[in-house]
């Protein structure tokens, strides 16, 4: 790591474009992400990249799947409502097998809803939130200095696997300020050959056409098979999550992002009160950790799950602890963040539900 910044997240994460050599921007402001706009349009541009303000979100991420058809690192951003007009594209781009970034700085919803923080798209980002039988890799960080690492590593996964990545961030994270470390990083050292691009045709060889539609039901079945196999690899090498004191913990709780942050203080409090509590933060929502849960719900009394929303990602930490534990839910919504002690204090409810079932067995 070398040079030390204070930034705010929306910013080290554009600054962190520019070092991965990304050529090219494309995007509509929308609070609370505006600063990567804002950030590229005159760092990017001083720097060689090209930055495009598009007319709508709708624009901004059919340009990026003209950008990365011609073989260039590309990439978006928006928040929640901007994510939502961006699906049918990123469905498009997903076929298409065309790598890039999308990265998502979370608001409060439904709707318009609040320029808040919130994790109320955990839904639209990890089960494909356009049509059809599509997956898109998720990173999900939980600091500022995440918000800049995962870009490096994003672009590298998207140009890996032909894919495009969703980085799923939220407000806070977006706009708070911490110390940064950039880590040293030549693009060079990461180009991948892309000889399905479209960068004129040369010599005799076979004319590349980049498309998603497949008229012929035999042709569509076999690209999604070969789309499947591709999210079978992903999970199978790519799957990513922290571990914060679980190898004694009875009680467990999940969180990601920001949540994960407030989760791990309150971790810490009920550790200072006797309760044997750990955190484990999925750090890749697609692929999801289910079996480092699964493993963990076989040690703890219970499990709790922390989300900035009503209830998204409990539904997979229920299927990856598939009744061998009980599971209960705390969460905060429309952009209201939950402080450490109100996780305790739904931990502690668990435990004393957890001792009065104990006492009835016996």
Same mark, same amino acid.
């Given at each position: 790591?070398?040079?030390?910044?204070?930034?705010?997240?929306?910013?080290? +994460?554009?600054?962190?474009?520019?070092?991965?050599?990304?050529?090219?921007?494309?995007?509509?402001?929308?609070?609370?992400?505006?600063?990567?706009?804002?950030?590229?349009?005159?760092?990017?541009?001083?720097?060689?990249? #090209?930055?495009?303000?598009?007319?709508?979100?709708?624009?901004?991420?059919?340009?990026?799947?003209?950008?990365?058809?011609? =073989?260039?690192?590309?990439?978006?951003?928006?928040?929640?409502?901007?994510?939502?007009?961006?699906?049918?594209?990123?469905?498009?781009?997903?076929?298409?097998?065309?790598?890039? @970034?999308?990265?998502?700085?979370?608001?409060?919803?439904? =709707?318009?809803?609040?320029?808040?923080?919130?994790? =109320?798209?955990?839904?639209?980002?990890?089960?494909?939130? =356009?049509?059809?039988?599509?997956?898109?890799?998720?990173?999900?960080?939980?600091?500022?200095?995440?918000?800049?690492?995962? #870009?490096?590593?994003?672009?590298?996964?998207?140009?890996?696997?032909?894919?495009?990545?969703?980085? +799923?961030?939220?407000?806070?994270?977006?706009?708070?300020?911490?110390?940064?470390?950039?880590?040293?990083?030549?693009?060079?050292?990461?180009? #991948?050959?892309?000889?399905?691009?479209?960068?004129?045709?040369?010599?005799?060889?076979?004319?590349?056409?980049?498309?998603? @539609?497949?008229?012929?039901?035999?042709?569509?079945?076999?690209?999604?098979?070969?789309?499947?196999?591709?999210?079978?690899?992903?999970?199978?090498?790519?799957?990513?999550?922290?571990?914060?004191?679980?190898?004694?913990?009875?009680? +467990?709780? #999940?969180?990601?992002?920001?949540?994960?942050?407030?989760?791990?203080?309150?971790?810490?409090?009920?550790?200072?009160?006797?309760?044997?509590?750990? @955190?484990?933060?999925?750090?890749?929502?697609?692929?999801?950790?289910?079996?480092?849960?699964?493993?963990?719900?076989?040690?703890?009394?219970?499990?709790?799950?922390?989300?900035?929303?009503?209830?998204?990602?409990?539904?997979?930490?229920?299927?990856?602890?598939?009744?061998?534990?009980?599971?209960?839910?705390?969460?905060?919504?429309?952009?209201?963040?939950?402080?450490?002690?109100?996780? @305790?204090?739904?931990?502690?409810?668990?435990?004393?539900?957890?001792?009065?079932?104990?006492?009835?067995?016996?």
């Amino acid at each position: 790591m070398s040079d030390l910044r204070l930034m705010k997240g929306n910013e080290a +994460l554009a600054e962190a474009a520019i070092r991965a050599g990304c050529k090219g921007y494309f995007g509509y402001p929308i609070t609370p992400q505006s600063e990567i706009l804002e950030y590229l349009a005159l760092e990017g541009r001083s720097r060689g990249m #090209v930055v495009l303000q598009a007319e709508s979100e709708v624009a901004a991420i059919n340009m990026v799947y003209g950008g990365s058809g011609a =073989g260039a690192r590309v990439m978006t951003s928006s928040s929640s409502p901007g994510i939502s007009l961006m699906q049918e594209g990123l469905s498009y781009i997903a076929c298409a097998e065309l790598p890039c @970034l999308v990265v998502n700085v979370n608001r409060g919803g439904p =709707g318009l809803g609040t320029i808040q923080p919130s994790q =109320g798209d955990y839904f639209q980002s990890v089960k494909g939130g =356009g049509h059809g039988d599509y997956r898109l890799l998720v990173l999900a960080p939980s600091s500022v200095q995440e918000m800049a690492d995962f #870009v490096f590593d994003a672009f590298d996964l998207a140009d890996k696997y032909r894919t495009p990545v969703l980085m +799923l961030a939220d407000g806070a994270l977006g706009q708070m300020m911490e110390k940064v470390a950039f880590r040293e990083y030549n693009p060079a050292d990461h180009v #991948v050959a892309k000889p399905w691009a479209t960068t004129g045709k040369p010599g005799t060889r076979e004319r590349n056409i980049i498309t998603s @539609l497949h008229i012929e039901p035999e042709k569509m079945e076999q690209i999604n098979l070969h789309l499947q196999e591709k999210y079978r690899l992903i999970a199978e090498n790519e799957t990513r999550c922290e571990h914060f004191h679980t190898e004694d913990a009875e009680y +467990l709780i #999940v969180a990601y992002g920001l949540a994960a942050r407030i989760a791990k203080g309150a971790v810490e409090m009920a550790r200072a009160a006797g309760i044997k509590a750990g @955190l484990l933060r999925p750090v890749t929502l697609f692929p999801y950790p289910t079996a480092a849960i699964r493993r963990l719900a076989d040690m703890v009394r219970g499990v709790l799950v922390v989300e900035m929303n009503a209830g998204q990602m409990v539904e997979d930490v229920r299927l990856a602890v598939e009744g061998r534990v009980q599971v209960r839910f705390y969460g905060r919504m429309g952009g209201v963040i939950p402080a450490p002690d109100e996780v @305790l204090g739904a931990l502690e409810e668990m435990v004393k539900e957890h001792a009065a079932q104990h006492e009835e067995v016996y």
